[in-house]
C-alpha cells in the first residue's frame, strides 16, 4: 500500500500523462501526503490488531441470555415448531398461550426463512396484529434490518429501519424509528463502538427525537471490559441524566454462567436502583436458571428436553415484598417433515429417533 | 414545504403501503419460504398445527 502511494506521489511525468488530465493528476500529488498518511495510519492499526468490539445491541447479550428476565412467563403455552427445509432455513410455528395473569389468551402463527444472504420472520396473532423481521447481509461487515409492528387499530404501527457496519476494530449503527417524510418527525439513533485495546472499548451512542413541534438531543456514552479468553465480560452505559448500568458475566466453567446487573437512576425527580443476580446452567438434556434481585423477586426457569423434538419448560417467580407468584408451565414439539439424512445430521447408533 | 395536495397523497401512499404490509408479509414469507425449500414441503403441512 505505502509504496502504491509513493509512486502516485512522484510527480507526474510529461512524457507518460496524457494532456487531458491534468487537473486530475496535480489533485493526486496534492493529496498524496494525506493519502500516504491515511495509508500508514490503516496498516498501523491493522498492526495494533484489535478485535471487533461487536455492536451495540449486544453490548450485554451474554447477561441476557443468562438471566432470565426474557425468557419468562406465567400461565401455560404450547409451541408446536415445524421444521419444514433445513438449508435454507423454513419453519412455521403454531403458539398457544393460555391463563397468563396480564395478558389474555393468545394464539399466534409465525413464520421464519434464512439463509445466508438474510432472514424474514412474522408473526400474526389471532387479532390480526403483525410484526415482522426483515434482515440483509450485503457482505460480511454490511447488514441492513427493517423491523415493523402493524396493529389492527390505526396508531399502532411501529416500523425501525437499521443499518450495521462493522469495521475492522469498531461497529457503527444507525437506526430510525417511525420516520414521517412530511415532517420529519421520528426518533433517529446512532452508534458507535471503537477497541480501544485488546480488551477495552469505549463508544457512544446518540439518540435524537423530533416530534413537529420540539426536538431533543440525548447521548449515552458505553464501554464494554473483556476478560482474557473471553472468560468474564463487564460494562457499563451512562447518561447524562442520571442513568447508570453496569453488568458483569462470568463463565465459571464450561456449564455454568454468572450474571450481575446493577441499574441505577439518580435523576432529580426519580432515584432508584435495583440490582439483579443469576445463574445459568446448561445441562445435556436441561437448562437451568435462576435469578435474584432486589425487589425481593425470586425466579427460576427450567427447560427440559426429554427427547430431541419435546421439551418441558417449567417457570415460577415468587415476589416477597409484595407477596405475589407467578406459575408458568410451557410444552415445545418440534417436528419435522425432513429425514434425518435431509436434515444432515446422522443420530448416534442405539438412541431413538423421533 | 410541500402543498397540502402533495402532502395528503403522501399520507394516503403510506397508509396503503401499510396495509399491503400488514396482510401481505406472512403470505409473502410462506410464498418464499415454499418455493426457495429444499424439499419443497407440500401445502397442508405448511398450514395445518396437527399434519
Do not use: C
Not at chain 1, 426474557?70 to 415448531?81: E, P, Q, S, V
Not at chain 1, 389471532?126 to 434482515?135: A, I, K, T
Not at chain 1, 440483509?136 to 402493524?150: D, M
Amino acid at each position: 500500500m505505502a509504496a502504491a502511494s509513493h509512486e502516485k506521489s512522484l510527480p507526474p511525468g510529461p512524457y507518460t500523462e496524457p494532456p487531458a488530465q491534468p487537473k486530475k493528476s496535480t489533485l493526486f500529488s496534492a493529496f498524496s501526503p494525506l493519502a500516504n498518511a491515511s495509508s500508514r495510519f490503516s496498516s498501523w492499526r491493522t498492526a495494533l490488531g484489535l478485535p471487533n468490539p461487536g455492536t451495540v445491541e449486544n453490548l450485554q447479550k451474554e447477561v441476557k441470555t443468562t438471566h432470565l428476565t426474557n425468557f419468562i412467563f406465567d400461565g401455560a403455552r404450547a409451541d408446536l415448531m415445524k421444521g419444514l427445509s433445513m438449508d435454507p432455513a423454513f419453519q412455521v410455528t403454531h403458539s398457544f398461550q393460555l391463563a397468563s395473569q396480564s395478558a389474555p389468551p393468545t394464539y399466534s402463527f409465525g413464520a421464519l426463512f434464512a439463509n445466508s444472504k438474510g432472514l424474514l420472520q412474522g408473526n400474526v396473532d389471532h387479532e390480526g396484529n403483525v410484526s415482522g423481521r426483515f434482515q440483509q447481509n450485503w457482505s460480511g461487515s454490511n447488514i441492513s434490518k427493517v423491523q415493523a409492528q402493524l396493529g389492527m387499530q390505526p396508531g399502532h404501527t411501529m416500523i425501525q429501519l437499521e443499518h450495521d457496519y462493522s469495521g475492522l476494530d469498531y461497529t457503527l449503527n444507525g437506526k430510525v424509528i417511525n420516520p414521517s417524510p412530511l415532517d420529519g418527525s421520528g426518533i433517529y439513533v446512532g452508534s458507535y463502538l471503537q477497541s480501544v485495546t485488546k480488551k477495552l472499548a469505549l463508544g457512544i451512542e446518540t439518540l435524537y427525537q423530533r416530534a413537529p413541534d420540539q426536538a431533543e438531543v440525548s447521548s449515552s456514552y458505553l464501554a464494554k471490559l473483556t476478560g482474557s479468553d473471553g472468560k468474564w465480560i463487564a460494562t457499563a452505559q451512562f447518561q447524562p441524566i442520571g442513568v447508570l448500568q453496569a453488568t458483569y458475566w462470568h463463565k465459571l466453567s464450561e456449564k455454568v454462567e454468572a450474571a450481575a446487573d446493577l441499574q441505577v437512576i439518580a435523576a432529580p425527580m426519580r432515584r432508584d436502583a435495583i440490582a439483579t443476580i443469576g445463574a445459568k446452567y446448561d445441562l445435556r438434556m436441561s437448562t437451568f436458571r435462576a435469578q435474584l434481585d432486589s425487589t425481593g423477586k425470586v425466579s427460576a426457569l427450567l427447560e427440559q428436553r426429554f427427547a430431541p423434538s419435546f421439551a418441558f419448560t417449567v417457570a415460577g417467580e415468587i415476589d416477597h415484598f409484595k407477596n405475589a407468584a407467578k406459575v408458568g408451565v410451557g410444552v415445545m414439539i418440534e417436528s419435522t417433515s425432513l429425514t434425518p439424512e435431509e436434515m444432515g445430521m446422522v443420530p448416534p447408533p442405539g438412541q431413538p429417533h423421533f | 414545504m410541500p402543498s397540502e395536495e402533495t402532502k395528503e397523497r403522501v399520507v394516503r401512499a403510506i397508509d396503503f403501503g401499510r396495509t399491503v404490509l400488514h396482510y401481505g408479509w406472512i403470505p409473502f414469507i410462506i410464498y418464499v419460504g415454499y418455493t426457495r425449500s429444499n424439499p419443497q414441503p407440500s401445502l397442508i403441512k405448511l398450514i395445518s398445527p396437527l399434519a
